[in-house]
């Protein structure tokens, strides 16, 4: 913390600082919710679909079945991103209120337009805010931060592309907020490592750096939300467009 | 209970079946939430086509690697895609044949074993150091081809490949390559014998523990290593707790769709601590 903290990052944020945000709800006209994300310069398209029929092998009897599809920005889906699929849908089958609506499917579309960094992150934040835009009941709002470790026992939140590549361990933590079932010592719902980090200590110092950055997260959502139902209250349910 | 009355409490609800055992600090097959199944490990002289292999057991779940290593030219190196540095001098190859399990159909790639080649490329890249695939510099590499194979499925993958890719890696032997002045032409030579591959200190050699959490209030929540495949359905969140002996290798990695808090992170680490201090010693006495 202290060598970032003196000399400061390229974009001259503090080592615990994450970048700007800005949305747009109801990108995609056709789908039931969608939303533009950028964080910094990554930017993300997600779209949602449901609740959809599902059909054959996805119905299940008391659950709303998850599908998460992620293309990226160039060339066909490897196999790392049927992996990050994989992370995306278990935190998304949990997040959304299953029980509700048994028998239904919904499929969530994420298109990568660009990668700065943190790109998993900006991944589970958009595909939030497109749930939200299209009104899928939900148990909490998620709300997810990347985590880079350093040499010297430092770490920084929200790295850019360069600092992650610099760094040997990368993580992204994700915490669900608020919502109908609240269990606030119980929020962590989303944990995946790339990499080894050095410690223990640095690794929980760091789980409770990214709590305070995901809740900045969860407080931009909710100004979203709040801004959406103020300025045009069609544009919540995305439908008629 | 006669043993019809389990069979049918365990169908219809698995998890309150579950639970009542776990109250009682055991498991349905006698274990106790820490305990872990057999472990064995074979090495060499069983696949006699590649050059270092092992065979690994934990229960029931068995893994089979093998290791063939090849030389490469530098160009082809360069040509490459791989990400990693090791990535160049390693390629992983993880399969769920059909005969693992009876769910499993083989075609294409399951994500389970894309999750475990993801790791076990991770644990290369921190094990293996790059110049001892070097023959000649800048002309000619050794390259390894590892093929891993899940024999039979009962949970615990991930621990079991680490396991049998330890053993191969330690049972590894490469052949004494010369090669003439201009380094041009490679020769064989039969008469030396063959080397271990350096790697780095086994105390540094990470190691992986997948903890179940089984969670039934707030208040209340059990921690299980070694999780057969029935236990894994039951469990709502499964973390993958990476570590070594020293304790300066940690990831953590979480699977399901269960709610965690720091407390139990913390609680998974140490019940995952002494097992990887047990493994990791086994390891040392055995070589």
């Given at each position: 913390m202290s060598e970032f903290a003196s000399l400061g990052r390229r974009d001259g944020r503090k080592a615990y600082e994450i970048r700007g945000f800005r949305c747009e709800l109801g990108y995609l006209e056709r789908a039931d919710g969608s939303c533009r994300l950028e964080q910094g310069k990554t930017q993300v398209v997600a779209g949602v679909y449901g609740p959809l029929e599902a059909r054959g092998r996805n119905e299940l009897p008391d659950k709303t079945f998850v599908d998460v599809s992620i293309r990226p920005c160039q060339g066909y889906a490897a196999d790392y991103l049927r992996l990050r699929e994989r992370e995306l849908k278990e935190i998304f089958v949990a997040t959304i209120a299953a029980e509700l609506q048994p028998r239904s499917c919904v499929s969530l579309v994420i298109q990568i337009i660009e990668n700065d960094g943190s790109l998993k992150a900006a991944m589970i934040n958009a595909c939030m805010l497109s749930l939200l835009s299209a009104g899928i009941p939900c148990n909490w709002i998620a709300s997810s931060c990347t985590v880079s470790y350093h040499s010297k026992d430092t770490f920084l939140l929200d790295p850019t592309l360069v600092e992650e590549l610099e760094g040997h361990a990368t993580a992204v933590i994700s915490y669900g907020f608020e919502g109908p079932k609240p269990v606030p010592s119980h929020n962590l719902i989303g944990l995946s490592c790339s990499g080894f980090v050095s410690s223990k200590d640095i690794y929980f110092s760091s789980l409770s750096y990214s709590q305070e950055a995901c809740k900045k997260v969860y407080e931009f959502i909710q100004l979203v939300t709040k801004r959406s139902q103020t300025i045009d209250g069609e544009q919540l349910s995305g439908i008629d467009h | 209970m006669q043993s019809l009355g389990w069979d049918v409490w365990n169908a219809v609800r698995p998890k309150e079946f579950y639970k009542g055992f776990l109250q009682r600090g055991i498991r349905p097959d006698g274990r106790k939430l820490s305990e872990y199944r057999d472990i064995t490990l074979r090495k060499g002289s069983l696949v006699t086509t590649v050059d270092g292999s092992a065979n690994a057991s934990i229960g029931r779940t068995i893994a089979l690697i093998g290791i063939q290593p090849k030389v490469i030219e530098w160009k082809e190196i360069k040509k490459g895609d791989a990400r990693t540095v090791i990535g160049k001098h390693c390629s992983v190859q993880v399969e769920f044949p059909s005969v693992c399990h009876r769910e499993t159909r083989s075609g294409r790639t399951s994500e389970e074993a894309l999750l475990v080649k993801e790791s076990l490329e991770y644990v290369l890249e921190q094990i293996l150091?790059?110049?001892?695939?070097?023959?000649?510099?800048?002309k000619y590499y050794w390259h390894l081809q590892i093929i891993a194979y899940c024999l039979s499925l009962d949970g615990n993958a991930i621990e079991t490949f680490l396991l049998a890719l330890y053993g191969a890696l330690l049972d590894l032997q490469l052949p004494v390559v010369l090669s003439n002045t201009s380094g041009d032409l490679l020769k064989l030579d039969q008469s030396q014998p063959k080397v271990k591959l350096s790697t780095k200190k086994l105390e540094e050699w990470p190691w992986v523990v997948p903890v179940g959490v089984f969670w039934t209030s707030p208040s209340e929540h059990y921690v299980v290593l070694d999780l057969s495949e029935e236990e894994e359905k039951n469990m709502s969140s499964i973390i993958w707790i990476w570590n070594n002996q020293k304790g300066d290798k940690l990831a953590l990695s979480k699977h399901k769709e269960g709610q965690l808090s720091e407390i139990i992170l913390q609680e998974g680490l140490e019940a995952a601590k002494a097992h990887i201090e047990e493994v990791m010693l086994r390891f040392q006495s055995q070589k």
């Amino acid at each position: 913390m202290s060598e970032f903290a003196s000399l400061g990052r390229r974009d001259g944020r503090k080592a615990y600082e994450i970048r700007g945000f800005r949305c747009e709800l109801g990108y995609l006209e056709r789908a039931d919710g969608s939303c533009r994300l950028e964080q910094g310069k990554t930017q993300v398209v997600a779209g949602v679909y449901g609740p959809l029929e599902a059909r054959g092998r996805n119905e299940l009897p008391d659950k709303t079945f998850v599908d998460v599809s992620i293309r990226p920005c160039q060339g066909y889906a490897a196999d790392y991103l049927r992996l990050r699929e994989r992370e995306l849908k278990e935190i998304f089958v949990a997040t959304i209120a299953a029980e509700l609506q048994p028998r239904s499917c919904v499929s969530l579309v994420i298109q990568i337009i660009e990668n700065d960094g943190s790109l998993k992150a900006a991944m589970i934040n958009a595909c939030m805010l497109s749930l939200l835009s299209a009104g899928i009941p939900c148990n909490w709002i998620a709300s997810s931060c990347t985590v880079s470790y350093h040499s010297k026992d430092t770490f920084l939140l929200d790295p850019t592309l360069v600092e992650e590549l610099e760094g040997h361990a990368t993580a992204v933590i994700s915490y669900g907020f608020e919502g109908p079932k609240p269990v606030p010592s119980h929020n962590l719902i989303g944990l995946s490592c790339s990499g080894f980090v050095s410690s223990k200590d640095i690794y929980f110092s760091s789980l409770s750096y990214s709590q305070e950055a995901c809740k900045k997260v969860y407080e931009f959502i909710q100004l979203v939300t709040k801004r959406s139902q103020t300025i045009d209250g069609e544009q919540l349910s995305g439908i008629d467009h | 209970m006669q043993s019809l009355g389990w069979d049918v409490w365990n169908a219809v609800r698995p998890k309150e079946f579950y639970k009542g055992f776990l109250q009682r600090g055991i498991r349905p097959d006698g274990r106790k939430l820490s305990e872990y199944r057999d472990i064995t490990l074979r090495k060499g002289s069983l696949v006699t086509t590649v050059d270092g292999s092992a065979n690994a057991s934990i229960g029931r779940t068995i893994a089979l690697i093998g290791i063939q290593p090849k030389v490469i030219e530098w160009k082809e190196i360069k040509k490459g895609d791989a990400r990693t540095v090791i990535g160049k001098h390693c390629s992983v190859q993880v399969e769920f044949p059909s005969v693992c399990h009876r769910e499993t159909r083989s075609g294409r790639t399951s994500e389970e074993a894309l999750l475990v080649k993801e790791s076990l490329e991770y644990v290369l890249e921190q094990i293996l150091e790059e110049n001892s695939f070097c023959i000649v510099p800048e002309k000619y590499y050794w390259h390894l081809q590892i093929i891993a194979y899940c024999l039979s499925l009962d949970g615990n993958a991930i621990e079991t490949f680490l396991l049998a890719l330890y053993g191969a890696l330690l049972d590894l032997q490469l052949p004494v390559v010369l090669s003439n002045t201009s380094g041009d032409l490679l020769k064989l030579d039969q008469s030396q014998p063959k080397v271990k591959l350096s790697t780095k200190k086994l105390e540094e050699w990470p190691w992986v523990v997948p903890v179940g959490v089984f969670w039934t209030s707030p208040s209340e929540h059990y921690v299980v290593l070694d999780l057969s495949e029935e236990e894994e359905k039951n469990m709502s969140s499964i973390i993958w707790i990476w570590n070594n002996q020293k304790g300066d290798k940690l990831a953590l990695s979480k699977h399901k769709e269960g709610q965690l808090s720091e407390i139990i992170l913390q609680e998974g680490l140490e019940a995952a601590k002494a097992h990887i201090e047990e493994v990791m010693l086994r390891f040392q006495s055995q070589k």
